[in-house]
């Protein structure tokens, strides 16, 4: 896995996630499949060959980060099914933001620490 190519379609998620909102989104998203975080491209690196990593120091932090990612994107996704688009663009611009910035800062330490090894 490229960790370059996992940051950048995790920040791809925020437009998703907008257009899903503004209802203008070609794709079908579902809060029961947003939230597992063993789906995307870097879930399944983690679960999979990303698993050498386990005894890397911030392995674990970045499964950690990268689950409540996928709890936030599915929370705003819940909330456009329910009718809420208002609190799907709260939701949006705050705890999916913030968990964003964290899984994107959790893969850049990760990469950084798999380069020394």
């Known amino acids: 896995m490229n960790f370059d190519d ?3 379609a995790h920040i791809k998620w925020k437009v998703r996630l ?7 989104s070609t794709e079908t998203l579902s809060s029961a499949t947003v939230c597992k975080d063993n789906l ?10 990303g698993a050498k ?9 970045l499964v ?3 689950a409540n990612f996928h709890v ?12 809420d688009k208002a609190g799907a663009k ?8 913030g968990a964003s ?12 620490e798999a380069a020394k090894l």
């Open 18 to 24: 907008g257009q899903f909102i503004d209802g203008t």
């Open 101 to 112: 910035k964290e899984t994107v800062a959790a893969i850049m330490t990760l990469k950084s």
């Open 40 to 49: 995307c491209d870097l879930g399944k690196w983690i679960y999979g060959e």
């Open 53 to 61: 990593f386990k005894a890397a120091a911030h392995y674990q932090d």
């Open 72 to 83: 936030c994107a599915a929370d705003v996704v819940k909330k456009v099914e329910g009718g």
């Open 6 to 8: 996992a940051i950048a």
């Open 64 to 66: 950690k980060k990268h």
């Open 90 to 97: 709260t939701a949006l611009g705050g705890p999916f933001a």
